[in-house]
């Protein structure tokens, strides 16, 4: 069976501080792929990255950085330098293939970053 | 129009009501979903269509329908609610499924869906 966790529920930083969203996997697949999603308040899960499970190099994008650890089961996320509009509910998920393309997404983690 | 278009965003209906949502995709993929999200839990995937097949049915009431006549246009019907179906309503689409292969799903801005 396939899970993620998210342990943390909310998140409130002050804006230019960086802030590191977790996320817990568990597969038993050696072939999968994780995913992180931006969710605003207009409601539409923006996609962000996507990493499949043999590839472990870390990856920068602008402000966001993603750190993919097999030997934890972690892929979490990092915003280098907060800004308000970081602020929304933010989701990792975990798919597998054979499975119809089914996402398991986890709780999500609100982040709320002050000006 | 670009990306998955939703209409309405917002709807207000009483129990004994019938509507529909409607998702269209713009991005030529061939699988497409709902999804139910409710505050406080894990989105809920509803029904999955691959290719114009139904290929998922999480065990979902039968108060909602869903209709797919083609791969770019997704219907959800609804008839007969009950006020804990109030929730937002995710479309998705993605590429359909490949051998050995998970394709990236891109979702709607939703449905905000309030039962009287």
């Known amino acids: 069976a396939q899970k993620v966790t998210q342990a943390q529920t909310e998140i409130s930083v002050v804006e230019k501080e960086d802030v590191t969203l977790d996320c817990v996997y568990e597969?038993?697949?050696?072939?999968?792929?994780l995913f992180w999603y931006k969710q605003p308040p207009s409601g539409e899960l923006v996609f962000l990255i996507r990493?499949?499970?043999?590839?472990?190099q870390n990856e920068i994008s602008g402000r966001y950085s993603w750190n993919f650890q097999k030997s934890t089961s972690s892929f979490n996320f990092t915003i280098t330098a907060s800004q308000v509009v970081d602020s929304a509910v933010y989701f990792c998920a975990l798919s597998v293939p054979h499975t119809g393309n089914q996402f398991y997404f986890g709780t999500g983690t609100s982040l709320t970053v002050i000006p | 129009e670009t990306g998955v278009t939703q209409t309405p965003r917002h709807l207000v209906m009483g129990m004994t009501n019938k509507k529909s949502l409607k998702c269209e995709q713009h991005l030529g993929h061939n699988a497409m979903y709902w999804y139910k999200q409710s505050a406080k839990k894990p989105l809920e995937l509803m029904f999955v269509?691959?290719?114009?097949?139904?290929?998922e049915n999480n065990s979902v009431p039968s108060r909602f329908s869903p209709e797919c006549p083609n791969s770019s246009h997704l219907f959800l019907h609804l008839h007969t609610l009950q006020p804990e179906d109030s929730a937002l309503y995710l479309c998705a689409s993605s590429q359909g499924e490949a051998s050995g292969r998970v394709n990236t799903q891109y979702f709607g801005p939703g449905t905000r869906l309030t039962v009287l």
């Open positions: 597969t038993r697949d050696t072939t999968y792929y």
């Open positions: 990493r499949n499970s043999f590839d472990e």
């Open positions: 269509y691959n290719f114009k097949e139904q290929t």
